[in-house]
């Protein structure tokens, strides 16, 4: 079957251990899993990681990568895939597809048939795929943060994935969403999803009930510095490095709350997807890519220019 995977690890130089090619089918691990033909898969900042050797030792070699996808299952139903597997080997007591198991950017891939959620039809193939780690992340991060809460939420990092899918969402819900980008075109399209976009670093003209991080060391200060009292600032990323300096007097003093939070369940899947469906509320998808040009999708991810999701296509 097509795949992409990765073949070598190389933490400068991720691209160069990509190979898209061909690989064995899945053969799936027990008799509770299912092998679904996948339609559509959504690359994340977690499929570098995995070529930068994060998360994916040499010795697992080759991999197939990916997290992300929708499908057709034996019976012929069409399902979102979630991509956490109950791992006991592993610290976090979960992994990731493409992490022990081969992932979704491929023909065909073998999941628990606990983790298939229903499509909803309302979704195209593309917009499915978007959903389970990037879309569940942002939706997990802003119950975390208990946006109800909250009347305003400020978002790092305007364009990547889990960052536009917090926007769509938190406005989606009625916040007052505020959403930082170091580039000017990223602003310009953020505020046309409902955000009020500011450069990166800039005092807001209010404080936040609720802080969405993913970006991590360059942004963490200006995010300590627009939580209201009491606020939540929700990290699932630190792409920008994970050693970040925090003022402790301001987390005492405003009584502020960070919260680490990661993916989400299958029953949350579901329910974003529902919410989806019903509020008519769809990801933003930068690109969708043929599958044969997966490698094009990676370096349009790696380049950092990318708003909103890369999709590849596996129909075309
Ligand atoms: N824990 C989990 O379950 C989970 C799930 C999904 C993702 N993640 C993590 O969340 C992060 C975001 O992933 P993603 O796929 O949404 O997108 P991404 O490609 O990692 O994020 C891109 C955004 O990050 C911002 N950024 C990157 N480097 C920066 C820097 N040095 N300074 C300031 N901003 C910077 C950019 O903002 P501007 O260019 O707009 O300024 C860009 O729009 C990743 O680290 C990923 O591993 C974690």
Redesign the pocket.
Known sequence: MRAAYASAINPDDPLAGLIVGERPDPVPPGPDWVTVDVRASAL???DL?SLRGVGLPAKRLPMVLGCDAAGVDPAGTEVVIHAVLDDPADPRGYSLLSERLPGTFADRVAVPRANLVPKPKELSWAEAACLP??WL?AYRMLRTGRVDEADAVLV????????TAAVVLAVALGKRVYA????AG?RARIAELGAIAVE?GVRLPERVGVVIE???A??FPHSLKCAAHGGRIVV??????AEATVNLRRVFALQLEILG???GTATELAELATLCAERGIRPVIDTVFPFARARDAFAR?ES?A??GKLVLDHTA
């Open positions: 994340n900042h977690h990681w780690t990037a992340t790092q990092g305007a364009g990547g994935g889990v960052a930082t980008s170091r580039d990223k990166s993913t970006v991590g360059p942004t699932s990323g630190a792409t920008g490095g939070t990661s993916m991810l950092g990318v708003f």
